[in-house]
């Protein structure tokens, strides 16, 4: 289920490669990985998405967070979301909820209202709570 976070931002939980080509209906310009690579038996390969993603016309990033985010995984997150441009960024990880802290610290950063970061994670079923000390 793709849930909406702000106007250009929008999260998911695990995507499959052969689902990827349709997400340009959305708008999607730009897909983050936030998964590692064999962290779920049966989850596709960062490559196997990335090379999906390239024959759709998007932009992949791979920006795995496995224990907690780091300033280096905030920074590259920060960095995806300014290189969309005009285009939607689709963030995924296993439930989605990975990729919405690491879309409201790299938001946060670039100077967006705590308040209204919470907003927008509540309004799309997450919590900011584990980051809002970085907020």
Known sequence: MIRQLDDKTMVSGQLMP????????????????????????GQPLSSD???AARAAGMEYRHIPIRYGMGPSDVEAMRDAINATGEGKLLAFCRSGNRSTLAWAVARSEDGAEPDELHKCAEAAG??????????
């Open 18 to 41: 052969d689902q990827i080509a349709d997400l340009k209906a959305h708008g999607v310009t730009m897909l983050v990985n936030n998964r590692p690579d064999n962290e779920d038996a």
């Open 126 to 135: 997450f919590s900011l709570a584990p980051v809002a000390h970085l907020l």
């Open 49 to 51: 998405l990335e090379a």
